[in-house]
């Protein structure tokens, strides 16, 4: 069963690799909105074909952005429009239809965990949108905790949640107290979401540097750390350097690449 690793504050020892000293000898890559970036995705993010790419190269991670639509039904859907169709305004009867760059169609949420279930290894980095009111994202939780469910993939070892909202992460933190839960945003420091329950951080890698004490902040409440989306070997190097546990990526062969020469263990 994997398991989120979770490295203390007081970590012994620094070690050297080309150059650069690192706070850690492991990392796990998570594949941003899946392993798109290739042929064999067709380019297209958050299909099904980028989710089973990013397991077949064995990530330890693929993340996947989920909105709802007025009828309750969860795709898998970066912006909150589609073709100007609020998503959250209208029924999925007016997207079922409508197909992403590889000529999918938008995955509903059953679509996309019955390929995440096949792969077992891979966690799925689940990300909730924000949506209109508290009342809508409580529908939202409710039903993705039901869907989860439905698909045997309710275990922290399989699934672990991320959001933009600070009310989705704090209602997850209350139902969920087992799983991993990150806040994206750069409005609360580790400590006030630790003080609300929530047990993780993924801020924007630059966050990290105009922070600079968020990071202690972080490990001193024995939080979960994940970087996005760091996509320059020189961005992958800092946050590699500072320790992170998580790095989210859109180019996760490269991250592979740049760990391998850098005698980092990549989790998996």
């Known amino acids: 069963m994997k398991r989120i690793i979770l490295l203390s504050a007081m970590i012994a020892g620094l070690f050297l ?19 798109w970036n290739c042929e064999e995705a067709g380019y297209a993010k958050n299909s099904i074909a980028a989710l089973r790419c ?40 007016e997207f079922k239809d409508f197909k992403i760059k590889n000529g999918e169609v938008i995955p ?18 689940y990300e909730l949108k924000p949506h209109s009111c508290d009342e809508v994202e409580d529908r939202f939780v409710e039903i993705t905790i039901e869907k989860l469910k439905e698909h045997g993939l309710l275990d922290p070892s399989r699934v672990m949640f991320i959001s933009f909202s600070i009310h989705i992460c704090e209602v997850l933190a209350q139902k969920l107290p ?12 580790p400590e006030q979401l630790a003080e609300k329950g929530i047990n993780g951080v993924d801020y924007n890698h630059g966050v990290y540097k105009t922070h600079k004490k968020w990071y202690k902040q972080a490990r001193k409440n024995g ?7 760091v996509n320059d070997e020189k961005d992958m190097k800092k946050m590699l350097k ?27």
């Not at 690799?17 to 850690?24: G, K, L, T, W």
């Open 223 to 229: 939080m979960s750390v994940n970087a996005w989306t």
């Open 17 to 35: 690799s080309q150059n650069i000293s690192y706070a850690q000898k492991q990392c796990g890559i998570v594949a941003h909105r899946g392993f």
């Open 178 to 189: 087992e799983f991993t839960v990150q806040f994206l945003g750069s409005s609360k420091s």
């Open 108 to 125: 509903t949420i059953d679509m996309f965990l019955e390929q995440g279930k096949k792969y077992p290894e891979t966690m799925l980095v």
């Open 54 to 93: 990013a397991q077949e190269h064995g990530f330890w991670g693929s993340e996947f952005d989920v909105n709802m639509t007025e009828d309750g039904v969860l795709i898998v859907y970066h912006d909150s429009d589609v073709k100007g169709k609020k998503i959250e305004k209208h029924p999925y009867s």
């Open 242 to 268: 500072m320790g992170v546990d998580m790095l989210t990526t859109d180019n996760p062969l490269g991250a592979r690449g740049l760990m391998e020469k850098s005698k980092i263990n990549e989790l998996k």
